[in-house]
């Protein structure tokens, strides 16, 4: 074999490692930017679930938003049939910085809405950071149903009814 032969398997050889190794380079930065690219927009998505804001500021509310965050702008903290045969709600406000202005409550196809233009009456929405007991008189026997709480049209919160 002459000395320009083995030359060429030499730099043939050289040749066929260095495409190899270019391409595991190639591939392992495609999957670091891949993996970056999808931390960057997981991210981004928690950031827009847990964003404050106006629930009421457009006419359609992120009910995803709402539901899904650490603490509830609104909860029922207690639901029960006192003696009088009256429900009474322990409701409770978040102190998160939301403009509510309005909340209903519904036992199956009986609603009661409060609002801040129901002023001074005992259905008035209460104040962020605060809670207060409701009053319904309802139509039958709420005992072991479900009262839910919605703002506007995302339910936020339900607790079944028991005896005070």
Excluded at 55 to 60: D, E, L, R, V
Aim: with cysteine; proline share 2%; charged share 20%.
């Amino acid at each position: 074999m002459s000395l320009r032969d083995r030359l060429r398997i030499g730099l043939g050889a050289n040749c066929a490692n260095n495409k190899r190794a270019m391409s595991d380079i190639v591939s392992t930065s495609v999957l670091i930017i891949l993996a970056l690219a999808s931390v960057g927009f997981a991210g981004y998505s928690v950031m827009n679930l847990l964003a404050l804001g106006d629930i009421q500021s457009s006419p359609t509310y992120n009910c995803l938003d709402l539901t899904t965050r650490l603490t509830l702008p609104v909860q029922i903290t207690k639901a029960c049939i006192n003696s009088e045969g009256k429900v009474e709600a322990l409701i409770q406000r978040s102190s998160e910085e939301l403009s509510i202005n309005s909340l209903s409550f519904v036992l199956e196809d009986e609603t009661w809405t409060c609002s801040q233009n129901t002023c001074g009456s005992a259905c008035e929405v209460l104040n962020k950071g605060t809670s207060k007991i409701y009053h319904f008189t309802p139509n039958q026997n709420p005992l072991d149903k479900k009262l839910e709480v919605y703002l506007g049209t995302c339910k936020i919160d339900e607790k079944k009814i028991g005896n005070c």
